[in-house]
């Protein structure tokens, strides 16, 4: 099959090899130094899926109409990124009689709650899906990928269970990687933030998420924000879908635990990701100089916290801290990240 995958960074460079090395004919887009390292000695994949060096198509933009595209920028990028590519995924029209569409099926691979929404509004003719990762993948540097936790990916789209064409696209990636069908997804890219309430603090302290999940202080700080963020969930009528052994129940009994015992949660995430040491993508961002995710991670809480009445001070303090290392290029101390922290609230 002709995969095309937007966006060869860390998780589309992972895929891509992944499926190249499964038979697909891969092609991808980046910018760059990245560009210029996949065309000259393709994708070097390590770590927990094994090696692989994938020689695959590289441009800025698609060359050819694929059967099925993932798109793997950051979710401030993904607009740009799909609108540059629209000439060689759009459709013209819904299919009589079958009710499908005729534009390149999408699946949006990304963090935050926005993204299959995003290629839904550019690709009005497109079946749209999320793919919801808990694989951590570093790259960085051009041309070399490195998955520092291997594991099962989810597939799905709205609040039901998993359809028909979920359950088929989820056959093809998983020839190349393990895939789940998700039902309610809306529900699990939910949960799948909660989750990445762990992307900030390392991206602010330049700690690995182990690190900091190890550091009592950063630790509490960490279980406040995802304790906030699984409250505005509640307040704004989410059923949290289940992912990784974290279910609605689950998530509902830690929004009321006291801090002593939520941090449990943090710490069992910490155990799941193994030793090998991740900076998690945000502060892979910060080390290239470039932009971070982080309002759409913990920027979306605040947002959603502010629509639902709930207050959210250790998420938008987060947001501004990981603007401030944005702008300034330094992290800061645990000790300095944690008195901030606690001025806002
Ligand atoms: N890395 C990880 O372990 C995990 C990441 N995620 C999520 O997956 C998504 C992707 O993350 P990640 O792989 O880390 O991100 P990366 O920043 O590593 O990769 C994104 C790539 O997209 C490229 N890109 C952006 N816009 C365009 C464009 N218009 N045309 C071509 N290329 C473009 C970027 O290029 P440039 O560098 O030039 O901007 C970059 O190489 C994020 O939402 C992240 O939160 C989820 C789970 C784990
Ligand atoms: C789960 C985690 C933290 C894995 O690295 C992630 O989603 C990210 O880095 O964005």
């Known amino acids: 099959m002709r995969i095309a995958v937007i966006g060869a960074g860390a998780l589309g ?39 692989a060096n994938a020689r695959v198509a590289a441009s800025e933009t698609l060359s050819a109409r694929p059967d099925l595209v993932l798109l793997c920028t950051k979710a401030q ?16 029209a819904a299919l009589d009689g079958g009710g499908g569409l005729d534009g390149v099926p ?39 990928v490195r998955v520092t936790t291997a594991a099962p990916s989810y597939l799905g789209r709205g609040t039901g269970p998993a359809d028909a064409e979920t359950l088929r696209w989820r056959g093809v990636l998983a020839e190349a990687a393990p895939v789940i069908a998700q039902s309610n997804f809306v529900g699990a890219q939910w949960t799948k933030l909660i989750v990445n309430m762990l992307n900030g603090l390392p991206a602010i302290t330049g700690l690995t998420v182990q690190e900091v999940v190890a550091h009592r202080g950063l630790r509490i700080a960490l279980t406040r924000s995802m304790r906030e963020a699984v409250q505005v969930g509640i307040a704004s009528g989410v059923r949290f879908g289940s992912l990784q052994r974290l279910s609605d129940a689950r998530l509902r009994l830690f929004a009321h635990m006291p801090l002593w015992l939520g941090q449990l949660l943090p710490l069992s995430m910490k155990r799941r990701m193994g030793n090998v040491p991740n900076l998690g993508s945000t502060q892979q961002s910060l080390r290239r100089g470039q932009r971070t995710e982080i309002d759409y991670l913990n920027g979306a809480v605040e947002r959603a916290g502010l629509v639902a009445g709930v207050a959210t001070p250790v998420n938008a303090a987060i947001t501004a801290l990981v603007h401030e290392v944005e702008q300034s290029g330094e992290f800061l101390s645990a000790a300095h990240a944690i008195g901030r922290i606690n001025a806002f609230g």
């Open 106 to 144: 999408v699946i949006v691979v990304q963090n935050g709650l926005d993204g299959v929404q995003t290629a839904e509004r550019v690709l009005p003719n497109s079946e749209c899906f999320g793919l919801l990762v808990i694989i951590a993948a570093n790259y960085t540097t051009p041309g070399e």
């Open 13 to 51: 460079g992972t895929f891509a090899a992944l499926l190249s090395r499964a038979g697909h004919e891969v092609e991808v887009t980046a910018r760059g130094a990245q560009l210029s390292a996949i065309r000259e000695r393709g994708i070097r994949l390590s770590g927990g899926f094994g090696v």
């Open 77 to 92: 990028d993904a607009e740009e990124a799909l609108v540059q590519n629209a000439a060689a995924l759009e459709g013209a």
